[in-house]
C-alpha cells in the first residue's frame, strides 16, 4: 500500500495527516510544536504512524510534504508547499462544494478564495498581528483563568455581548480584565471578545468576496463561540468538515503528496 | 545620473554596442555644450545634483543578463531616450528660456512644439530620479513633508516638490496642468504657483467626457489653453507645424500598434519597465522626431527579438497585465519576476493608452483628436470618471494581450485607485482571473521595502500561480 503524508508544522501546533492511495485517511497526530520544526514534524508523524496497524516508519512514505510555517525546515519532507494552498486542497478535498476558506491559525489568519477545481484564486492574510487568532484566546483564556473549551462554552452563555473597542490584543486584554475587576457578566464579556475577533475575520473574508460553501479551517475552528459569532454576523451558515478543522493544512498537504506522486500539478 | 545607469547596463550586456550607445549619449551632451556654450554646462552641473552619476544598482546588474539581448537592447534605448530628453530640455532651455513651459503629465506637448515653445515635463525628474537613486527621492519627499506638504498623499508629486523647494528645476515662465490625476497631484501646482507667483492654466476634464457635451466643452478647455499661451508667449499657433507635429505623432503611433501586436503573442520580444520607460515618449516628447525614432526603434529591435532570440526571456511562463504605475523605487521587481518565475509583463497601465490617429485634415479635427487623446491620457481618464474608465481598460487589455494574471500595485498614496481595489477584487473573482494586490509606495521605499514586495508576489505565485518556492 502507497501512503502519503503531510506535516503542517504551525506556530502552536504540529499536524500530520497520512493517507492510502484511495485517498482515505489512514491515520493523525497533533501534538505541541517544538522549538524545532523538525522535531515537531518527525514526532507528529511518527505517533500518526504508530496509530496504523502495520509498522510503517517515515521512510516507507511514497511521498511526504511540509507545511506550515516551519516548512522548509523539513530536510525529510519532498517538498513543501505554502499552507495557503494546503487548507485550500485540504477542505475542497472534504467537501468539493467549498469555494471559500477561513483559517485561523496560532498566529495568524487567512482568508481564500478557492477556484472550481479547489485550488487558490485569491487569498487576504493578516500576519502582523496576533488579534483574531490562536495566541490572542490564549492570553484571554488567561485573563478568565480557563482553558479555551471552557471560554468558548461560557461564551455561548451569553444573550447580551459586551462591545470589546480595543482592536489591538495586547490592549483588548487589557479591556477585558478592566471589565472582569468591574464585575461584568462573564459569560458577556467572553461572548463580547467572541464578536470582536467575529468582526475582524468578518472584514478579512469579505476581502476575498464570500462564494458559499463557507468553512473555517485551523485550531479556532474549534472554537463554537466564535464560529457562532461568524456566523451569526456573516448570515449564512458554515460548512462543516468531516474531519478535525485544524488537522486540514496537513490532510492538504498529504492530498498534494499524492497528486504530485501521480505527476498531477 | 541615468546615463551611467543606461551605460552600465550596455557596458555589462552589450558589448558590441558600446560604442554606438556611448555616442549617442556623448553627442546629446556635447550637443548641449556646443549649443549652450561650456558655462551653462558647467552652472547645471552646479546647480542640479541630479546631474551627478549613481552607481548601477547590484541586484540589476546581477539580472539582466536573463533578459535576450534584443530585450536589454530595448531597455537600453528607452533609458537612452530619457537621457536625451533631459539633456535635450536642458540645451534648449540654455538657448530660449523666455520659452520654457512646464506642463504636467496628464498635459502632452503637441501644441506646446506646434507652438515653439520650449515644454519641460515637470513629472519627468521626479519618474526617472527613485528609479536610479530611492536615497536621492526619499529626500526630496522628507523635503516636501518638512515643508509641509501632506504626508498622507502620493509620493511623486511630494518628490515633486521636494525638487521645487530645492531649486532643482529650472524656473518655469509659466505652467499648464490639470484637475487630474488627483487631488495630491493638483495641489502641488499650487505649492508651484506660489514658489514662483507665475501663471499657472488649469485644464478642466469634465466628469464624465465620453458623450459630445464632455467632448465639446473639453475642446473648448484646450482652445481657452491656447488663448492663454497665445497672450503670454506672444506667439500664434501656427496650423500647419500643428499639423506636421499630429503627423509626427500618428506614425510614431502607427510604430507603437505594431509592438503591441508582437506583444499579444507568446513569448513577448520584451516587456517590464522597459514598455513603461519607452512609452513615456508620448509624454515628453509627442509629436517630435525623437519619440518616433525611439518606436520604430524598439520595434525593430522587438521583431528581432522574436526572431533571432525566441522572445525577451528565456522561458516565459506568465504574461502579466500591471495596473497602476509601477514601483518607481523598484524596477528590478520585473526583472525578478522575469528571472524567478518566467513572468513578463506584457501590458501595463501606463504605457497602454486609448489613442486615435489624429485626422489632420482641419484645425477643428486636430484639436478634437488632440482633446480626445488628453481625456483618455494614461492616469487621467482612470482616476476621473466612471468606474468602467478603470475597469473597461484593464480586462480588455487582460483579454487582448493573452495574460493569464493581472497585478494591482495597490499604492499607498494613491486613494483614488486604492478605493477600486474592493471592487476589482469581486470582479476578478466572478471571472476566475488571479489577481495579486501588492501593497507598494510609488517613490518612496520606507513604507513598503523591495523584499515586502516580492514577499507578496512570492505568495501569489506559489499560492495562486501554482510556482514552486
Not at chain 1, 520544526?37 to 511540509?66: F, H, N
Not at chain 1, 496560532?106 to 498581528?129: H, I, T
Not at chain 2, 487582460?398 to 495574460?403: G, I, L, Q
Not at chain 2, 497585478?407 to 476566475?432: Q, V, Y
Request: glycine share 8%; net charge negative.
Amino acid at each position: 500500500m502507497k501512503l502519503f503524508a503531510g506535516c503542517d508544522v504551525g506556530s502552536t501546533t504540529g499536524k500530520a495527516v497520512v493517507i492510502n492511495e484511495a485517498g482515505d485517511i489512514m491515520a493523525h497526530y497533533i501534538l505541541p510544536s517544538a522549538i524545532d520544526p523538525e522535531v515537531t514534524a518527525i514526532e507528529s508523524l511518527s505517533r500518526a504512524l504508530a496509530q496504523m496497524a502495520s509498522d510503517y516508519e517515515i521512510a516507507d512514505m511514497a511521498r511526504v510534504i511540509g507545511t506550515g510555517y516551519g516548512r522548509i525546515e523539513l530536510s525529510f519532507a519532498h517538498e513543501n508547499v505554502s499552507e495557503i494552498t494546503c487548507h485550500a486542497v485540504g477542505a475542497h478535498f472534504l467537501d468539493n462544494g467549498i469555494r471559500t476558506v477561513i483559517d485561523i491559525g496560532g498566529q495568524d489568519c487567512k482568508a481564500m478564495a478557492l477556484r472550481d477545481d479547489g485550488y487558490v484564486l485569491d487569498f487576504v492574510m493578516n500576519d502582523k498581528c496576533a488579534a483574531g487568532t490562536g495566541r490572542f484566546f490564549e492570553g484571554i483564556g488567561r485573563a478568565f483563568n480557563m482553558d479555551l473549551e471552557s471560554f468558548s462554552r461560557l461564551s455561548l452563555e451569553s444573550k447580551n455581548p459586551i462591545a470589546i473597542s480595543s482592536q489591538c490584543s495586547v490592549f483588548a486584554e487589557s479591556e477585558v480584565v478592566s471589565l472582569i475587576s468591574q464585575r461584568k457578566p462573564p459569560m458577556d464579556i467572553a461572548a463580547g471578545v467572541q464578536k470582536a475577533v467575529a468582526k475582524r475575520t468578518m472584514s478579512l473574508v469579505r476581502r476575498v468576496g464570500i462564494v458559499e460553501k463557507l468553512t473555517i479551517t485551523g485550531g479556532c475552528a474549534k472554537n463554537a463561540g466564535l464560529l457562532k459569532m461568524l456566523e451569526e454576523g456573516l448570515g449564512i451558515e458554515m460548512a462543516r468538515l468531516s474531519l478535525d478543522a485544524q488537522l486540514v493544512g496537513a490532510l492538504g498537504a498529504a492530498v498534494l503528496a499524492m497528486r504530485h506522486e501521480r505527476g498531477q500539478e | 545620473m541615468i546615463m551611467a545607469l543606461f551605460l552600465d547596463s550596455i557596458t555589462d550586456s552589450m558589448p558590441v554596442t558600446v560604442g554606438k550607445f556611448f555616442g549617442i549619449a556623448a553627442f546629446d551632451i556635447a550637443r548641449l555644450i556646443f549649443s549652450a556654450g561650456p558655462r551653462a554646462f558647467l552652472d547645471y552641473r552646479k546647480r542640479y545634483e541630479w546631474l551627478e552619476i549613481p552607481s548601477m544598482p547590484p541586484e540589476l546588474r546581477e539580472l539582466l543578463p536573463n533578459r535576450s539581448p534584443g530585450y536589454t537592447a530595448a531597455t537600453a534605448v528607452s533609458l537612452n531616450y530619457l537621457v536625451y530628453y533631459a539633456l535635450e530640455a536642458l540645451r534648449r532651455i540654455a538657448i530660449e528660456p523666455e520659452k520654457l513651459l512646464w506642463h504636467e503629465d496628464i498635459v502632452p506637448p503637441e501644441i506646446f512644439h506646434a507652438m515653439g515653445l520650449v515644454p519641460f515635463l515637470v513629472e519627468a525628474l521626479p519618474i526617472v530620479i527613485p528609479n536610479v537613486n530611492n536615497v536621492m527621492a526619499e529626500r526630496y519627499i522628507d523635503v516636501a513633508e518638512n515643508s509641509g506638504y501632506p504626508a498622507d498623499i502620493c509620493s511623486l508629486p511630494k518628490t515633486l516638490m521636494g525638487m521645487v523647494e530645492s531649486n532643482q528645476l529650472p524656473p518655469p515662465k509659466a505652467v499648464v496642468t490639470s484637475n487630474s490625476p488627483c487631488d495630491g497631484g493638483m495641489a502641488s501646482y499650487l505649492m508651484i504657483e506660489k514658489k514662483y507667483n507665475v501663471p499657472v492654466f488649469r485644464l478642466d476634464l469634465p466628469y464624465n467626457f465620453n458623450d459630445q457635451r464632455g467632448l465639446d466643452y473639453y475642446i473648448g478647455e484646450v482652445r481657452r489653453m491656447i488663448a492663454f499661451l497665445e497672450d503670454l508667449y506672444s506667439v500664434e499657433l501656427d496650423y500647419d507645424r500643428l499639423r506636421e507635429v499630429c503627423e509626427e505623432r500618428n506614425r510614431c503611433f502607427s510604430y507603437t500598434l505594431d509592438i503591441w501586436d508582437l506583444m499579444r503573442d507568446s513569448p513577448a520580444p520584451l516587456g517590464g519597465e522597459t514598455l513603461v520607460y519607452s512609452h513615456l515618449c508620448y509624454q515628453l516628447g509627442g509629436g517630435t522626431h525623437a519619440a518616433t525614432k525611439l518606436m520604430k526603434q524598439i520595434l525593430r529591435i522587438a521583431r528581432r527579438s522574436v526572431e533571432r532570440d525566441g522572445g525577451g526571456i528565456p522561458n516565459e511562463r506568465h504574461r502579466l497585465i500591471l495596473w497602476n504605475p509601477p514601483p518607481l523605487v523598484y524596477p528590478e521587481l520585473f526583472l525578478w519576476m522575469e528571472k524567478e518565475y518566467g513572468a513578463i509583463t506584457v501590458m501595463d497601465m501606463i504605457t497602454f493608452r486609448h489613442q486615435y490617429f489624429i485626422d489632420t485634415k482641419s484645425p477643428e479635427t486636430m484639436l478634437r483628436d488632440l482633446a480626445v487623446i488628453m481625456a483618455h491620457g494614461p492616469m487621467a481618464q482612470h482616476t476621473r470618471g466612471p468606474y468602467e474608465n478603470f475597469f473597461d481598460d484593464l480586462f480588455f487589455m487582460y483579454e487582448s494581450f493573452n495574460a493569464d494574471m493581472i497585478m494591482m500595485a495597490a499604492h499607498l498614496g494613491c486613494k483614488n485607485t486604492r478605493a477600486l481595489l474592493g471592487m476589482f477584487r469581486e470582479i476578478c473573482r466572478k471571472r476566475s482571473i488571479p489577481l495579486l494586490i501588492f501593497d507598494y509606495d510609488l517613490s518612496d521605499r520606507r513604507p513598503m521595502p523591495p523584499e515586502g514586495i516580492k514577499k507578496q508576489v512570492a505568495n501569489f505565485m506559489e499560492n495562486v500561480m501554482g510556482e514552486k518556492k
